[in-house]
C-alpha cells in the first residue's frame, strides 16, 4: 500500500492564480482531512470529508474548496492564491468514527509546500 | 471551541536527558492521541490514550492521560538524536475531526 500520497511536492503560485492539490488514499478510508501547517502554529482544519459526496469546513476553510466523488480522491481547490496561502498542506485519512473509542489514528501524506508571491 | 494547549513550545536537551511535554484542554476529551513529526516530514501517529489515568509505555516514551481526562503528558526518557522532532497531541473536537496542539519541538544535541 502505498498509503496517501500528494501531488506536487512544491509550488510556486503567484498572487491570483488557482490550482488544485491532490491527495489519494489506497487504504479504503472513509474519512479524509486537509490541514495547513504554518510555522510554531501546528495543524489547522481546512476542510474534512466523512465519505464519497459528503464534505464540511474545518477552522480555516475560506479561500479553499474540496470535493469527494470517490472514497479514495480529495482534491483540494486554492482559487485566487493569496500570500496568506503560503504554508504546508497535508491530507489525512483515517478509518470510521466510533463513538465509543473516539476517531482511529489518522495517517498524512507527505505535504505540499506551496509559496504564493 | 475546544481547545488544546501545548507547553512548552520548544525544549532543548543534551542527549540523555529526559524530556517531558504537556497537553491540556479546556474540555474533557474522550481520547486523546500523540503525534511525532520529524524536520521536514509529515506527522505520524504514536498512541492513543482513551481510559482516565491511562498510563502507556513505547520502550522510551511514556504516555499517561490525566484522570480528569483533561491533560495528557509524553515523557521521553534518556533522548536520543533520533528522538529530534515536534510532538502533537490531538483531541476529538465535536465533530469528525482533531483539535492539534501546537506542538512541542524538540532538539537533542549531543
Known amino acids: 500500500n502505498a498509503g496517501v500520497t500528494q501531488t506536487p511536492k512544491f509550488r510556486i503560485l503567484k498572487i491570483g492564480q488557482s490550482m488544485t492539490l491532490q491527495c489519494t488514499q489506497d487504504m479504503n478510508h472513509n474519512y479524509m482531512y486537509w490541514y495547513r501547517q504554518d510555522p510554531g502554529m501546528g495543524l489547522k482544519l481546512i476542510y474534512y470529508s466523512v465519505g464519497a459526496g459528503i464534505t464540511d469546513k474545518g477552522e480555516v476553510p475560506n479561500g479553499y474548496n474540496v470535493s469527494r466523488s470517490t472514497t479514495e480522491d480529495f482534491p483540494l481547490r486554492l482559487e485566487l492564491a493569496a500570500p496568506s496561502q503560503t504554508s504546508v498542506y497535508f491530507c489525512?485519512?483515517?478509518?470510521?468514527?466510533?463513538?465509543?473509542?473516539?476517531?482511529?489514528?489518522?495517517?498524512f501524506g507527505p505535504g505540499t509546500r506551496l509559496t504564493v508571491t | 471551541g475546544q481547545q488544546v494547549m501545548q507547553i512548552p513550545q520548544y525544549q532543548h536537551v543534551q542527549e540523555g536527558e529526559d524530556f517531558t511535554t504537556y497537553c491540556n484542554s479546556s474540555t474533557t476529551l474522550s481520547n486523546i492521541q500523540w503525534y511525532k513529526q520529524r524536520p521536514g516530514g509529515h506527522p505520524v501517529f504514536l498512541i492513543q490514550l482513551v481510559k482516565s489515568g491511562e498510563v502507556k509505555k513505547q520502550k522510551r516514551l511514556t504516555f499517561q492521560f490525566g484522570e480528569a481526562k483533561k491533560n495528557s503528558s509524553l515523557h521521553i526518557t534518556a533522548t536520543q538524536t533520533t528522538d529530534v522532532g515536534t510532538y502533537f497531541c490531538?483531541?476529538?473536537?465535536?465533530?469528525?475531526?482533531?483539535?492539534f496542539g501546537k506542538g512541542t519541538s524538540l532538539l537533542v544535541t549531543p
Open positions: 489525512a485519512s483515517s478509518q470510521r468514527y466510533l463513538r465509543t473509542s473516539g476517531i482511529y489514528e489518522q495517517y
Open positions: 490531538a483531541g476529538p473536537d465535536s465533530g469528525y475531526a482533531l483539535n
